[in-house]
C-alpha cells in the first residue's frame, strides 16, 4: 500500500463586503441681515445717446474748419465756413430779412405792451377812486361801467403778453432757419465735436430724387453734450408694467459692453401699449444717469428697474422655503441635528426671502442634503476550503 502524502497548501484571500452604509452631509447657510431688492427686467435698444447733430440748408463749398474731431466747443462757436452758391446765397439773404422782420414786430408788440399796462392801471384807478371809495352797489350803473373799464383794460394786457410770447417764436424760428441758410456753421450746443465730415474744399449740394431737387438739412457732424445722456426704449410685460413707477432707479448693462453696469432712472412709460401677434407690451423710456463716448445709438441693453427696496431685514435663499398648505418652513441644523420650524415670510426676489418671524440672525438653515452610498469592505485570514474538517489553514495528511 502506497502511501501518497499530499501536501495541500491552499491560500485563499477573502473579502467579506460589509453592508453599504448612507453618508449624509449637509449644504448649509447662515440666516443673515441685508438689503431685499425687487427688480423687474426688460430689455431694448440706445434710442438716443445725447448727441445733438450739426446741421445746415446751406449749398456751397467749404471754406474753412476750425474744429476736428474731439475738441470741445461752446454754444455759439464758429465751426466752418462755406462759400455759398447762388441758390443758398438767395436763400440765405431772404431769411435774415424774415429774422429782422420779426425782430421788429417783436419790439412793436413789447411796446404796445407798456401802453396797455398803463391803461390798466389808469382804469383801476378811476374805479377804486370813485365808485368804490363812494360806496356804489354792484348793481349800481356807475360801479358796473368803472369795473368793466377796468376788467377790459387788464384782460387787453394780458393778451397781449400771449402776442408777445407768440412774437418771440416767430423771431426763435426765423433765427433757426437763418442760421441753417448761413455761411457760418456753429455749434448748436456746448460739448464735444464728433463724426465731423467736412474738410475744405467739399461741396455740399442740393438732396435730389427722380423728380424734383429741394434743399434739405444735412448732418455735418455732431456734439456730444454734457448735460444730456443716453437713452434707452424697453418693452414691459403686462404683469410687469403695473409695478413700474417714472423716477425708479434702473440698473443697465448692454451687450456691447459686458464689463461695465451703469445706472439710470424711468423717464417715461407708455400705457397705451402696442400690441403684436396677441402679445401686448409696454415701452419704457429709460435714461442714464452718465454717459459713455462707446455707446452707440441701437446698442441692446438690459434693464433691471428697481421697484422695491428693504433695508436691514433677515435673508434667506428662496431655495430652502417650502410651502404647502399656506404654510412655510425651513430645515435648521442646530448642535448637529436637524429640525424644521415654521417661519413667517415676507418679500422675496429669484435669490432671497425676507423672513418676517420664526429665525434668528445667525441660525444655519439647510441648502441641501447629499446622501451617498459607500462600501466598507476588510480582509480575512487564508483558510482552506475544507475548514469544515477542522482547522482552517492548517496541513491536512491523507494516508492510503
Given at each position: 500500500?502506497?502511501?501518497?502524502?499530499?501536501?495541500?497548501?491552499?491560500?485563499?484571500?477573502?473579502?467579506?463586503?460589509?453592508?453599504?452604509s448612507a453618508k449624509i452631509q449637509y449644504q448649509t447657510s447662515q440666516v443673515e441681515r441685508g438689503t431685499l431688492i425687487n427688480t423687474v427686467s426688460a430689455s431694448g435698444?440706445?434710442?438716443?445717446v445725447g448727441n445733438i447733430s450739426i446741421l445746415t440748408q446751406a449749398t456751397g463749398t467749404i471754406k474753412n474748419v476750425y474744429v476736428k474731431n474731439g475738441d470741445s466747443v461752446v454754444q455759439g462757436q464758429k465751426i466752418a465756413?462755406?462759400?455759398?452758391?447762388?441758390?443758398?446765397?438767395?436763400?440765405?439773404?431772404?431769411?435774415?430779412?424774415?429774422?429782422?422782420?420779426?425782430?421788429?414786430?417783436?419790439?412793436?408788440?413789447?411796446?404796445?405792451l407798456y401802453s396797455l399796462d398803463s391803461s390798466m392801471w389808469a382804469a383801476q384807478r378811476v374805479f377804486m377812486n370813485d365808485a368804490v371809495a363812494r360806496g356804489?352797489?354792484?348793481?349800481?350803473?356807475?360801479?358796473?361801467?368803472?369795473?368793466d373799464n377796468w376788467q377790459a383794460a387788464q384782460a387787453k394786457y394780458i393778451s397781449q403778453q400771449n402776442v408777445i410770447a407768440q412774437?418771440?417764436?416767430?423771431?426763435?424760428?426765423?433765427?433757426?432757419?437763418?442760421?441753417?441758410?448761413?455761411?457760418?456753421?456753429?455749434?448748436?450746443?456746448?460739448?464735444?465735436?464728433?463724426?465731423?465730415?467736412?474738410?475744405?474744399?467739399?461741396?455740399?449740394?442740393?438732396?435730389?430724387?427722380?423728380?424734383?431737387?429741394?434743399?434739405?438739412?444735412?448732418s455735418l457732424g455732431t456734439i456730444t453734450t454734457a448735460n444730456i445722456f443716453p437713452q434707452a426704449s424697453a418693452n414691459l410685460s403686462e404683469v410687469d408694467v403695473t409695478?413700474?413707477?417714472?423716477?425708479?432707479?434702473?440698473?443697465?448693462?448692454?451687450?456691447?459692453?459686458?464689463?461695465?453696469?451703469?445706472?439710470?432712472?424711468?423717464?417715461?412709460?407708455?400705457?397705451?401699449?402696442?400690441?403684436?401677434?396677441?402679445?401686448?407690451?409696454?415701452?419704457?423710456?429709460?435714461?442714464?444717469?452718465?454717459?459713455?463716448?462707446?455707446?452707440?445709438?441701437?446698442?441692446g441693453v438690459n434693464a433691471e428697474i428697481i421697484i422695491d427696496i428693504k433695508t436691514d431685514v433677515l435673508l434667506v435663499p428662496s431655495a430652502v422655503i417650502q410651502t404647502s398648505s399656506g404654510q412655510s418652513t425651513v430645515q435648521i441644523l442646530k448642535n448637529g441635528k436637524l429640525s424644521q420650524v415654521s417661519v413667517e415670510?415676507?418679500?422675496?426676489?429669484?435669490?432671497?426671502?425676507?423672513i418676517v418671524s420664526g429665525l434668528n440672525e445667525g441660525d444655519t438653515v439647510v441648502t441641501n442634503i447629499i446622501t451617498s452610498a459607500t462600501t466598507t469592505s476588510r480582509t480575512g485570514t487564508s483558510i482552506s476550503p475544507f475548514s469544515s474538517f477542522g482547522g482552517g489553514g492548517g496541513q491536512m495528511r491523507i494516508n492510503r
Open positions: 500500500m502506497m502511501l501518497f502524502s499530499v501536501l495541500v497548501i491552499i491560500l485563499v484571500g477573502w473579502k467579506v463586503f460589509g453592508s453599504k435698444n440706445i434710442s438716443t465756413e462755406i462759400t455759398l452758391d447762388q441758390n443758398s446765397s438767395q436763400k440765405s439773404t431772404s431769411a435774415y430779412a424774415s429774422y429782422l422782420s420779426a425782430k421788429n414786430s417783436l419790439s412793436s408788440v413789447q411796446s404796445s356804489l352797489l354792484k348793481d349800481d350803473p356807475t360801479y358796473i361801467q368803472e369795473n412774437a418771440q417764436a416767430s423771431l426763435s424760428n426765423a433765427w433757426i432757419t437763418y442760421q441753417q441758410l448761413s455761411s457760418n456753421i456753429t455749434a448748436p450746443a456746448s460739448g464735444k465735436i464728433n463724426n465731423l465730415n467736412i474738410a475744405p474744399g467739399l461741396v455740399i449740394a442740393s438732396q435730389t430724387t427722380s423728380s424734383t431737387t429741394s434743399t434739405s438739412l444735412q409695478k413700474v413707477k417714472q423716477g425708479q432707479k434702473v440698473m443697465i448693462t448692454l451687450d456691447a459692453l459686458p464689463d461695465l453696469t451703469f445706472t439710470g432712472k424711468v423717464l417715461v412709460i407708455n400705457t397705451n401699449g402696442q400690441t403684436s401677434s396677441n402679445v401686448t407690451t409696454y415701452p419704457v423710456t429709460i435714461e442714464f444717469d452718465s454717459s459713455n463716448e462707446k455707446i452707440y445709438p441701437n446698442m415670510i415676507g418679500n422675496s426676489n429669484d435669490t432671497q426671502t425676507e
